[in-house]
């Protein structure tokens, strides 16, 4: 059967983006939005974008708040998100690729019918969507967030093209490895050359980010 995490994946959205009823305060992370929007509106940027951060420092955060952005102001864009989470339980290849597979089949207006895959298997059926290219007027997002938590497997420098099709844009996150500082060791993992990545690293808040997130939160005295 097509795993379908839905409900984690809803679960993991509201742990960083809140409910209608009650948001999660976000602030001090204007200049990554702003590079975020800028990579993705440049029809000259790579196709790939990688952002490294030591544990938390907010990767998810800023990614659960640009996605809703890009949903919200860019309606040819089809975005799916997909978190890699131990603690949602969406961290194993089949729940990953599975998953993926689901979305990729709906924005291509296929049906998926269901079948007992494995991990693996998944994952090949991704591939052979992701080599396709658009329909015509839509872009594709797509939004791997906490590569370093994928549990019982990895990727491979195989599964995103060298020569990937135009209107196709992803982003992948992940915690920096002991002994890196830097994103090349990821890229060099996934197999993203220099001249296809755009790579960054999450900087810490600023006194400032740090003073505005503290505001938006309001005064936990006004509960009482």
């Known amino acids: ?31 990554q939005l702003e590079e975020l929007h800028s990579w993705l509106n440049a029809a000259d940027a790579p196709p790939y974008y990688l952002m490294t951060a030591e ?5 998810s955060a800023l990614v659960c708040r640009w996605m809703e952005e890009v949903r919200q102001k860019r309606p040819e864009v089809e975005v799916i998100f997909i978190p890699i989470s131990i603690r949602f339980e969406t961290a194993t ?3 990953v690729f599975a998953a993926l597979a689901a979305r990729l089949a709906k924005f291509y ?16 059926v991704c591939e052979s969507y992701l080599d396709r290219t658009p329909p015509a007027g839509k872009k594709l997002l797509i ?15 195989g599964f995103f093209s060298t020569d990937p099709p135009p209107g196709l844009r992803v982003v992948v996150t992940a915690r920096l490895r002991v002994g ?9 993992t996934l197999g993203w050359p220099e001249r296809l990545t755009r790579m960054a690293t ?23």
């Open 1 to 31: 059967l097509v795993h379908d995490p839905t409900r984690r994946v809803r679960n993991f959205l509201n742990e960083y983006l809140g409910t209608p009823g009650q948001p999660v305060p976000f602030c001090g992370r204007q200049a």
């Open 55 to 59: 544990a938390g420092r907010g990767k």
């Open 93 to 95: 290849q089949d729940t």
């Open 109 to 124: 207006d296929e049906p998926l019918k269901p079948a007992a895959l494995s991990g693996a298997q998944w994952q090949g």
């Open 143 to 157: 939004i791997l967030d906490g590569l370093d938590e994928a549990t019982g497997w990895h990727f491979g420098a």
């Open 180 to 188: 890196e500082s830097t994103p090349q060791g990821w890229a060099a």
């Open 202 to 224: 999450l900087p810490p808040l600023t006194r400032i980010g740090v003073e505005e997130a503290l505001t938006s939160m309001g005064d936990p005295l006004d509960k009482l």
